[in-house]
């Protein structure tokens, strides 16, 4: 694998040869341009082949066994975890908990936190989010919120598609137990001030719970310096297999919270009156997890390493801003949310005037361009900026100004098209 140039710049043509896929042609002998990676991503050589060669030389169920296969299956496991948890800067593996998907981890916070701990929310309290978040965000909090007669409140955004932090000191109160938001958002592409927020929640007492599945995929990312107690992330979107998400929370908390689901592994004793509960992360892992996923999302850690994430950063925000520059350049063409690379990640929704954006998608896929179209699992962003879905066009390190340029041809083809 090369990785950089004598600038030290990624050599993302080098790179792109790691990525089999990429090498693919689609119908009509089309080339594909890959602009869907906030969906998921592509995943490199090395990842495959240490999923495949898990199943092939080490396949057996992980602290179940004291066999050969399954030791190495258990140390191959606890090392991805080990991985993962130097790659956001955690304290110690035990912090790291192993989900099937960011939706799980999120969903386990917000159940966990209905029962009894010394961080129960109940009737009175307020859970805090933000209009721009990913359902997988909103909805176990509105279910939290129904479940105990707490009040869900929200951050709004302004035109720009930044949260409008002008009542904040109003919304986070003495009353909030949780505040709940994306690092980055997968719409509108918004970096939010994750610490900032962090420091006036802990000022009243609340914890804070970050969506970073947007985040960690593409910026050097360290869980202490966002402020945060606990922090989602998916292996799918960071060159990972799908089936294997993370949740980071600080060990003390994590140790005061009651389990999520029952079964294997998750206990100390069980009795038919009762039982007690392993200590995290295992305590939230019930039965058999997702091994050969996580092995290779530990690859996936590695190859991203290997390639540096400040590289990765600095790729993004250049393709990101060629992208933005390009688009506002059709006329007919509305980018949503912030024009500029200041602050800002490498999902561009747009709408493109009388065209519907599932058509875009359509006539795009026509061309090998693959985008995705709809509401992104954002509908109370869209509904923001009062339209009913977006085409959107999301980068990552394998993505080159060529595809960029790709698109801008099938936009203005799409425009024709429709418009004739």
Known sequence: MTTETRTGALDVEALRADFPILQRR???DHALVYLDSANTSQKPNQVIEAVAEHYRQRNANVARTVHQLGEESTAAYEDARGKVARF???????????????????????NVLAWS???????GDEVVITEMEHHSNIVPWQLLTERTGARLRWFGLDDDGRLD???????ITERTKVVA?????????????????????????????????QAVPHMPYDVLATGADAVAFTGHKMCGPTGIGVLWGRYDLLAQLPPFLGGGEMIETVRMDGSTYAPPPHRFEAGTPPIVEAVGLGAAVDYLTAVGMEKVAAHEAEITGYALEQLTTIPGVRVLGPRTTLDRGGAVSFVVDSVHPHDVSQILDSLGIAVRAGHHCARPAHQ?????????????LYTTRAEIDALVEGLDHAKRFFTA
Not at 90 to 104: D, L, M, Q, W, Y
Not at 165 to 171: N, R, T
Not at 191 to 200: D, G, H, T
């Open 88 to 110: 956001v800067g955690a304290r110690s593996a035990e912090e790291i908990v192993f989900t099937k998907n960011a939706s799980e981890a999120l969903n386990l916070m917000a």
């Open 26 to 28: 689609l119908a009509d």
């Open 165 to 171: 932090l002008s009542a904040m000191d109003d919304l």
């Open 384 to 396: 923001r900026f009062d339209v009913s879905a977006s085409t959107r066009m999301s980068s990552y």
């Open 117 to 123: 701990s010394p961080y129960q929310v109940g009737g």
């Open 181 to 213: 938001l994306s690092h980055v958002s997968n719409m509108l592409g918004t970096v939010n001030p994750i610490a900032r927020i962090a420091e006036l929640a802990h000022e009243v007492g609340a914890i804070v719970v970050v969506d970073a599945s």
